[in-house]
């Protein structure tokens, strides 16, 4: 299912310009203020990679409530299918293809065992671009009979989602599994 929508581009470059500042800023009253500089330490994050974990935790936390309100437990967060979903989330949105295999690309059980997603039974895969938030991609999932059967079939017991921007649309990617 495919929706193309107009997109904000300042949702995420608007956030990263106000983390990564100037040493310094005019506080108009003619004096400069010093900003809060980060002390050496734990890798920073860059702020489009917080909004892109929370969009996709944000996923996530709705599938989970649609599983809940079906009878089906939640599912829970893994690593390995997150790294699946988010390669080929980029692969998709680079090649401006919406696919679950795109030419040249690995068949996507392949996909997600090199991901690191191992001993796995049973995976499945829900794509989608131009929703412009994770509340209109669940939704529009959920009202799509095969991608809801993936979201409410209760022998799934993990969840990795992919998101990325590219141009002025959000390409997304859920991979589910169970081991």
């Not at 108009?28 to 330490?41: E, K, S, Y």
């Amino acid at each position: 299912m495919t929706r193309s929508l107009a997109l904000v581009p300042c949702l995420v470059l608007g956030l990263g310009l106000g983390l990564l500042g100037p040493a310094s800023a005019d506080t108009g009253t003619g004096t400069t203020a010093a900003a809060v500089v980060p002390t050496p330490g734990p890798r920073l994050v860059p702020a489009r990679m917080l909004v892109q974990r929370a969009m996709e935790d944000r996923v996530l936390q709705l599938t989970n409530e649609q599983r809940r309100s079906n009878g089906c437990r939640p599912l829970k967060a893994s690593n390995q299918l997150r790294k699946a979903a988010r390669r080929h989330t980029i692969s998709m949105a680079q090649a401006r293809v919406m696919s679950h295999q795109l030419p040249g690309e690995a068949k996507f059980s392949a996909r997600i065992t090199r991901a690191g997603y191992r001993g796995w039974s049973l995976v499945a895969e829900n794509i989608a671009r131009g929703f412009s938030s994770p509340e209109a991609v669940t939704t529009a999932w959920m009202n799509s009979p095969s991608h809801r059967h993936n979201i409410l079939n209760c022998r799934l017991r993990e969840l990795g989602v992919g998101v990325v921007l590219e141009g002025d649309q959000l390409w997304w990617t859920q991979d589910f599994g169970v081991r």
